[in-house]
């Protein structure tokens, strides 16, 4: 077992990088889901959301 990892102990960065990324990308979709939610509560109540909302969420960067 000390051997392997020895031999590879340069894949914690990798390994670490990808479980970050799945975790930020994790975090974004609750964000935007949370968003939507919101706008959905608006619907609901029949009432327009605020235009700060709308146009925020129209121009948010494109994260890749």
Do not use: C, N
Request: net charge negative.
């Amino acid at each position: 077992m000390v051997e392997l990892f020895g031999d590879y102990w340069w894949l914690i960065f990798p390994l670490a990088w990808m479980l970050g990324s799945a975790w930020q990308g994790w975090l974004k979709e609750q964000a935007r889901r949370d968003e939507l939610r919101l706008i959905e509560t608006y619907a609901a109540a029949g009432r327009e959301p605020p235009a700060e909302l709308m146009s925020a969420l129209r121009h948010r960067p494109e994260e890749g």
